[in-house]
């Protein structure tokens, strides 16, 4: 019998994955702060047409604001984690869905909580 289950994905920590991962959070970090700049935009806009509360319009905006104050937060966390980090440590890269055989006799805990693939600089190196 085939079930699908939950794998985890890690990643092997390079000299191209570590820029890579800089790339990419950095690349979010910029997105959130224009999306910040286009709310603060859309929450003046919204206040000038009059057509809702301003306390409503500033509690809606100032919350969606603050979302991505605190994404920006983490991301900034995570660009100073990355800098500690070693060469050749293991990052949770995701999760994906997979399908496993589970067959008579097999170990259930086994086969459903130590599924693991793990990638370095793109490549497969070990599945377990």
């Known amino acids: ?13 390079t000299e191209s994955s570590k820029k890579q991962l800089f790339i990419s959070f950095q690349e979010r970090r ?16 919204m206040e000038k047409m ?12 100032e919350k969606e604001i603050e979302k991505r104050k605190e994404k920006v937060k983490l991301l900034e966390f995570q660009i ?4 500690l980090l070693p060469l050749g440590s293991e990052l949770k890269e995701r999760e994906i869905q ?11 805990n086994e086969s459903l909580l130590n599924r693991k693939i793990t990638v370095k600089d793109g490549i497969v190196i070990d599945i377990k």
């Open 1 to 13: 019998m085939q079930i699908i289950t939950t794998i985890t994905v890690n990643q092997i920590l």
């Open 30 to 45: 910029q997105q959130l702060l224009k999306e910040i700049d286009q709310l603060k935009f859309e929450m003046k806009r």
């Open 50 to 61: 009059k057509k809702y509360p301003v306390s409503s319009i500033n509690t809606y905006f």
């Open 80 to 83: 100073e984690q990355l800098d």
């Open 98 to 108: 997979g399908l496993i055989d589970v067959n008579i006799g097999d170990n259930w």
